[in-house]
């Protein structure tokens, strides 16, 4: 106990660590590093776009590279690492009263593995005319014949990289979860945030070797005269869409998932109420992350698959509206009667539940096959992933930066900077996203670097509503950046009784070595 | 110590989970790969995205069935990289249910060289490609042309009478066989020297 | 604004190089989106008329959902903040509530399923096809071929902004449009010549991608004359944004002039020699 802050020295602790609360503050900081080269690129896209006529990117291809790269970094780079390299490496133990992660060695090769995979896919960026594919990379525009030179292998192998950096740390969190809970730590105890990764983690085992699989098809295609997808030799492209989307799909559940996680954990923290219909909410995400498997081919809608399978995706798709409107639904009524504090991550949380709502509805829309004639690639697409998923993941990021940072670093953000840092956010993406529903019912399609004179108007609002994201993304930075270092010192449980989970009951910030005697959950009440 | 005793099991527990779910990864690259030849033969029985059957020898129709009679278009495409003409050599033919028809398309190799070729082919509506079946087809080899030659390409086929009893088929008068002639990427598809291929 | 909002202008068909003889200069009706459009273009098909019908209700579900839950996040807002009410409730709990907001979810999706699933049906059916038309993805440029009469065939290429005349709008005019007769239900096959490309018309509910090695199937029917607008609707490649489509529907009258002056510039010039078809013929027998 008495070497509880015993920390090796620098290039130990930080290269070779194998510490989770460290690697998850490396996992974090690799985060806002492709968040920032992510967010310059859709900002330089929204600037090409502000007006009609080509203004900046003559370079067509460049532009195609632009739009992918965005996607795989925010993705892959962003979200991915944020939420569960960064809060779940950090909170996973912590939450389930656990010392550490189950295998601490491979949690530092997870890391390792998506730096070295984040600088293959800046170089494929810089190779050549770059990767132009869109982050689906279908062929046969992906193939050697339409996009030859490395910078769609060194693409593929950044994601290889990316993936086994993920399957890594999934099958660590689900050990940890399943073998490492304290005693009296039941499964059907544990916070809502572990509930989140642990089916998050399992979605991940299964989604991405589907997608290792496809990409070494592809590999070969281009490179060793395989045909899986090369249609001269056999081979069917629309296979590709059959084995992405059926990666895909749960990935954008992946991305969500833990989301709802830190969500739940925030609302229930500054209701001051534990969470309504627990059971409910935990099974919710276990069966999204189900159903996600089955509703892949809603994205190829417009590849000519017959009616009937049509039909089914369509029915299956509507589907997921249940379990999602379940959580809604639980949020508001834990909200219902609780004595809520406008912290700003319970702000967030409303911002979230807001955006969450929009992008749902426009799912339900997206959903019927019989539609997507006039929505399939338009920017009505572009606005309901961006609310949905993309926006609302962002959000949780945030909600769980300001609700944890005080946990993490010992130190306490401003409230009154955040609070105008939310606010320019919030009304910075809703300026940005809400006009795209209108562009894309208009008819305009995504992807393109030009546009008709026509959808000039929406697209100025549009481009105006990033330039104030990214002042709030900016200011974010420069609140994270003084809460480190000059942030007001706060003791173990800044938001009182509300936060009843186990972080709350370490120092601030949490000792590099945490629960080395296991706490006794025997006979506590739920979590929550 | 109470609390090594645990780790001690722990690390064994650990490794048995972890050992769980690499099998699981493994088991989905697997499924992954095991999907190409899955998704082929799936496309094959279902007539999955406009899939034909293949030598599939069918009754020939009798009542109301025998009265119908399908209007084929017969379409032809000819990718950039293969310079051929490749045409049907009528658009269209009417042909009874349950009866095997004989349908011509013609290649012409405008080219200098002797080259290599593969067809492939599906049928719209992609719902009625379960009942069409090819007994023999220029597409079910790969076909050499040398240069400057014209070649007729045979194509026999069947459409099955049960065409009439799937609710989503039952009215279709107007189907289309479509083939696409690709230079073939097994056979190097240039050549210049003759060869037995 | 104004001018563009509805321009209404003298389109000269002689855009079809020169191939089409209506008599002179016809107005046309131009179909496309208009600045500050906040919604979808009027419907100009069977196909589209139902589709945008159904989202008007979809969108009354969705927005009353909306404004549901922004009403109960507003009374939350006001009634439960800390000031309000001191002392949280312990709550967790509320089967019959859970059950609720289980089930009429499930009875909503339900009452969107049917006449979606209705939908789609329709628009998938392919109506005894009075006429053919085959439209080939190129990078960057579609081919229009018309199998039915003589094998019609032409490339409808982009016209870049240098280049446009008069009346012709910027991104989505080409130089030779699809012909296409209004009120006539036409089977629309769809190939590729490279990679894969999506033939869309806002305006008509079309949309469909070209695939290379398979040939897909879709069909439509236009109620009114005029110029049709729409865009490549799949990344294809560098110059994705720049292959319009663009439709120009004539009476069946029309049409069939058309047609006439277009075997003349566009027919094949059939290139098989008699020996061969002859041969053909025999083996058939």
Redesign the interface.
């Given at each position: 106990m008495a070497h509880d802050d015993h920390k090796p020295g620098f290039f130990k602790r930080w290269f070779m660590s194998t510490n989770h609360k460290d690697i998850g503050t490396l996992y974090i900081i690799l985060s806002i590093i492709a968040a920032i080269i992510g967010g310059a690129m859709s900002w330089y896209i929204r600037l090409e776009l502000m007006e009609p006529g080509i203004q900046y990117i003559d370079d067509f291809q460049f532009y195609n590279v632009l739009v992918t790269a965005h996607g795989f970094l925010m993705v892959f780079f962003v979200v991915m690492p944020a939420m569960i390299g960064g809060f779940g490496n950090w909170f996973v133990p912590l939450m389930i009263g656990a010392p550490d992660m189950a295998f601490p060695r491979l949690n530092n090769i997870s890391f390792w593995l998506l730096a070295a995979a984040l600088i293959l896919l800046v170089i494929a960026g810089l190779t050549g005319g770059g990767p132009g594919t869109g982050w689906t990379v279908y062929p046969p525009l992906s193939s050697a014949e339409y996009h030859p030179g490395p910078a769609v292998d060194l693409g593929i192998l950044s994601l290889h990289l990316a993936g086994a950096s993920s399957i890594l740390g999934a099958a660590n969190f689900i050990t940890t979860i399943l073998n490492m809970r304290a005693p009296g730590m039941t499964i059907h105890r544990m916070p809502l945030f572990v509930w989140a990764i642990l089916v998050t983690a399992f979605l991940l085992l299964l989604a991405l070797p589907v997608l290792a699989g496809a990409l070494t098809m592809l590999l070969t295609d281009r490179n060793f005269g395989t045909s899986f997808f090369i249609v001269e030799g056999g081979g069917d492209p629309l296979l590709w869409q059959h084995l992405f989307w059926f990666f895909g799909h749960p990935e954008v559940y992946i991305i969500i998932l833990p989301a709802f996680g830190i969500i739940s954990q925030i609302v229930s923290t500054f209701s001051k109420k534990p969470i309504f219909g627990y059971l409910g909410m935990a099974y919710a995400m276990c069966a999204i992350g189900v159903v996600g498997f089955v509703v892949w081919a809603h994205h190829m809608y417009m590849t000519g698959l017959d009616v009937d399978t049509r039909a089914y995706f369509t029915a299956a798709t509507l589907v997921i509206a249940v379990p999602t409107g379940v959580k809604i639904f639980s949020w508001l009524a834990t909200m219902w009667g609780g004595s809520i504090d406008f912290k700003t991550p319970m702000l967030y949380a409303f911002g979230f539940i807001w955006l969450f709502v929009v992008g749902g509805v426009t799912g339900v829309t997206l959903a019927n096959a019989g539609m997507d004639t006039v929505f399939h690639d338009t920017y009505f697409v572009v606005a309901h992933f961006h609310y949905v998923m993309a926006i609302a993941a962002i959000f949780a990021m945030f909600g769980g930066f300001y609700y944890w940072i005080g946990k993490m670093c010992g130190r306490q953000y401003n409230e009154g900077l955040a609070k105008i840092q939310f606010w320019i956010f919030f009304i910075g993406v809703n300026v940005l996203f809400f006009p795209q529903h209108f562009s894309g019912m208009a008819g305009m399609p995504r992807r393109i670097p030009d546009y008709p004179d026509a959808y000039a108007g929406w697209n100025y609002v549009s481009s105006i509503g990033a330039f104030i994201t990214m002042a709030g993304t900016f200011l974010f930075l420069w609140i994270a950046y003084r809460t480190v270092t000059s942030g007001e010192k706060i003791g173990a449980n800044p938001w009182g009784e509300g936060a009843t989970t186990l972080e709350w009951t370490v120092d601030s910030p949490a000792p590099f070595h945490t629960h080395e005697v296991l706490p006794d959950m025997t006979g506590k009440a739920p979590a929550e | 110590m109470v609390t090594t005793v645990t780790a001690g099991n722990l690390t064994v527990r650990n490794r048995r989970v972890g050992l769980m779910l690499a099998l699981g990864v493994v088991a989905m690259v697997g499924l992954a790969y095991a999907s190409v030849p899955l998704y082929q033969l799936f496309c094959q029985i279902t007539g999955y995205g406009g899939t034909p059957k293949v030598g599939v020898v069918v009754e020939k129709a009798t009542g109301a069935a025998a009265e119908r009679v399908m209007t084929v278009m017969l379409d032809a495409n000819v990718n950039k990289g293969l310079d051929w003409e490749f045409k049907p050599q009528v658009s269209k033919i009417k042909m009874p249910l349950g009866e095997e028809t004989l349908a011509f398309y013609i290649a012409r190799n405008l080219s200098d060289v002797a080259i290599t070729g593969t067809a492939t082919y599906n049928v719209t509506p992609f719902k009625a490609a379960e009942y069409v079946s090819k007994i023999e087809c220029f597409c079910f080899t790969e076909q050499r042309l040398e240069a400057g030659e014209e070649m007729p390409m045979p194509v026999s086929f069947y459409i099955d009478p049960e065409i009439m009893n799937d609710p989503n088929t039952k009215d279709l008068e107007n189907i289309v066989l479509s083939y696409t002639f690709f230079p073939s990427r097994k056979t190097a598809s240039v050549e210049t020297k003759d060869d037995n291929s | 604004m104004g001018d563009?909002l509805k321009r209404l202008s003298v389109f000269v068909l002689t855009l079809m190089a020169g191939a089409m003889v209506l008599g002179g200069e016809v107005m046309a009706q131009q179909y496309?989106?208009?600045?500050?459009?906040?919604?979808?273009?009027e419907p100009r098909s069977p196909?589209?008329e139902r589709?945008?019908a159904?989202?008007d209700m979809?969108?009354v579900i969705?927005a009353a959902?909306?404004i549901f839950?922004?009403g109960?996040?507003t009374y939350?807002?006001v009634k439960?903040?800390?000031k309000a009410?001191?002392?949280?409730?312990?709550?967790?709990?509320?089967t019959l509530?859970?059950v609720v907001?289980?089930i009429v979810?499930?009875i909503i999706?339900v009452v969107?399923?049917v006449p979606?699933?209705?939908?789609?049906?329709?628009?998938?059916r392919?109506y005894?096809?009075e006429l053919?038309i085959?439209v080939?993805g190129?990078?960057w440029y579609w081919t229009y071929e018309y199998?039915?009469n003589n094998?019609i065939e032409f490339d409808s290429v982009y016209v870049p902004?240098d280049e446009l005349e008069e009346g012709q709008?910027?991104?989505?005019s080409v130089d030779s449009p699809l012909v296409l007769p209004v009120d006539t239900n036409i089977?629309i096959?769809?190939?590729s010549?490279?990679?894969?490309h999506?033939f869309?018309m806002?305006?008509l509910?079309?949309?469909?991608?070209t695939?290379?090695?398979?040939?897909?199937?879709t069909w439509v029917s236009i109620n009114d004359e005029g110029t049709y607008?729409?865009?490549?609707?799949?990344?294809?490649?560098?110059?994705?944004?720049?292959m319009p489509v663009q439709i120009e529907a004539v009476s069946k009258e029309a049409f069939n002039e058309w047609l006439v002056s277009a075997e003349e510039e566009f027919g094949s010039n059939d290139?098989?020699?008699d020996e061969?078809?002859k041969?053909?013929?025999a083996?058939?027998q």
């Open positions: - | - | 563009m496309r989106s208009e600045p500050w459009q906040m919604g979808f273009q196909s589209a589709i945008f159904f989202h979809l969108l969705e959902i909306v839950v922004l109960i996040m939350i807002i439960f903040n800390s009410n001191p002392t949280p409730s312990k709550t967790s709990h509320n509530l859970e907001w289980t979810p499930i999706l969107i399923a979606s699933l209705k939908l789609l049906y329709f628009t998938d392919t005894d096809p053919t085959k080939t190129n990078q199998p039915d094998d902004d709008p910027r991104m989505l089977r096959l769809l190939a010549n490279d990679v894969i999506n869309a806002p305006a509910g079309l949309k469909l991608d695939t290379p090695g398979r040939a897909n199937e607008y729409g865009m490549c609707s799949e990344l294809c490649g560098v110059n994705h944004g720049f290139s098989r020699s061969v078809v041969f053909a013929a083996l058939g």
